[in-house]
């Protein structure tokens, strides 16, 4: 397995403002997770984010060297909305 490129991330977890997290929160159950997936050591999920919301994350979470998203810190993606544990869903209440 390749090593991860760690300078392809931001020095230190960048948090949203506020009003960056209110832009993508229209997003949140927009993003499509795929199955789990693993090998011998590590567990995987992919996860794709919609264009829309793509185009609204601020720009220095990408890598412009690569025209993607950078690696991103755990408080990065979860500031996002991403999550890697489905949130259940309850029925409603009478």
């Keep these: 397995m390749a090593a991860l490129e760690h300078d392809r991330r931001n020095k230190h977890p ?16 927009s993003i499509h997770y795929s199955s789990r997936y693993s090998d011998d050591e590590y567990e995987y999920r992919h996860v794709q984010l919609p264009k829309e919301m793509v185009k609204k994350i601020p720009k220095d979470y990408f890598d412009p060297s690569k025209g993607t998203l950078k690696l991103l810190w755990d408080e990065e993606w979860r500031d996002l909305g991403i999550t890697q544990v489905p949130l259940p869903e309850y029925p409603p209440e009478d």
């Design 14 to 29: 960048r948090a949203l403002t506020d009003a960056e997290r209110e832009r993508l929160k229209e997003f949140k159950d």
